[in-house]
């Protein structure tokens, strides 16, 4: 099929993805009074007296913003708000055909940091969520820890929360496969965008212990000062024995490769110097590090990439929708990492021992019990960890 070409010729039948459908009925003058005035004066007053009704009384509970500034949409860069606006609504339609959960696009006109988070902290009373997307690291990480601590609802960055919850999930289901341990594994990873940044620090708290990370100025390390924040702390965090050089350097001896970055920077010659049953995740986009069939004949054991023309896709559709499902059942503040490492459990338990024979590692995102299992098991986290503001 030729995407593109039906793609346009949709989105212009479309006129929009999405569209507001009225819950109430107001087709006499007593259904008016009822779904507005004088009627809905009484709502409006028990709100007054208690906030937290607006929960029960409006759509609140279950409305999520998909907001973006326009500066990284997709692969297609810093394109503006209005040209990710498509985007903004094809998420707001994944989030309703996978969780039920109603979403609405806002794209805000502005990439300074202090306005983007005005701008989404002055709406934010009227949703349950906000769903981050597209916005350019290293403004993103500002801009969510920022609304994070001014908030009261879920904020969440989905390019890179969402990109590691479902990267840990195939993670360890390759490593159920090759008989490693997270705790001796050496991780490799090209890439230290919003992703790449995210997908460490989610690795790390799952136990993994040695992650050398590499981007286009070269290996991330202590003994390198960062004009970046982020790169700072990854440094800090990161790379324990401190190693240096070329990818092919310190690819050499490692498990597993994370690309979140460029196409065709790993050769199967580079495969060929990690240990025994290497894993692969080349997720760059639409053209990955290394090729499946070339990763696998130069000896890995597991591949994974970010195309849907390869088996083992990683997309965050898998994550996203059940996870605000979840945050939104039990009326959480916040999705923190309990949350985020009971969605990436819930997903990787949906691979079968079959599955896994296979080599498949992540489950298709048309598997209804994705989105079911992760709600469940992220609203039993936000209960345990406390950020809940009621129990299902």
Known sequence: MDYKKIAMEKHKEWAGKIEVI?????????????????GVAEPCLAIKEDPDRIYELTRKHNLVAVITDGSAVLGLGNIGPMAGMPVMEGKCVLFKEFADVDAFPLCVNSQDVDTVVETIYRI?????GINLEDIGAPRCFEIERRLKEKCNIPIFHDDQHG??????????????????????CKVVMSGA??????????????????????NIDGVITADK???????????????????????????????IFIGVSAPNILTGD????????????AMANPNPEILPEEALKAGAKVVATGRSDYPN?????????????????????DINDEMKLAASEAISRLVTDEDLEKGIIIPSAFNKNVSKDIAKAVAEAA??????????
Request: positive net charge; proline residues 3%.
């Open 270 to 281: 580079m495969v060929r110097t990690m240990n025994k049953d290497a894993i692969i995740f």
């Open 383 to 392: 209960v345990r960890s406390g950020v809940a503001g009621i129990k299902k």
């Open 163 to 184: 990109t590691a919850v479902v990267v840990l999930s195939g993670i360890r289901n390759a490593l159920k496969l090759t008989g490693k341990k997270a705790e001796n």
């Open 124 to 128: 934010s009373d009227s949703f349950g």
């Open 22 to 38: 009225s819950r109430a009925e107001v087709n006499s003058a007593d259904e008016l009074s009822v779904a507005y005035t004088p």
């Open 225 to 255: 000062t960062y004009k970046d924040p982020s790169l700072t702390e990854l440094a800090s965090i990161t790379n324990p024995n401190r190693e240096d050089g070329t990818l092919a350097e310190i690819v050499k001896g490692a498990d």
């Open 313 to 333: 896709q990683i997309n965050n559709v898998l994550a996203f929708p059940g996870i605000f499902r979840g945050a939104l059942d039990v009326r959480a503040r």
């Open 193 to 214: 965008g919003a992703a790449g940044t995210a997908i460490a620090k989610l690795l790390l708290t799952a136990g993994f212990k040695n992650i050398v990370m590499r």
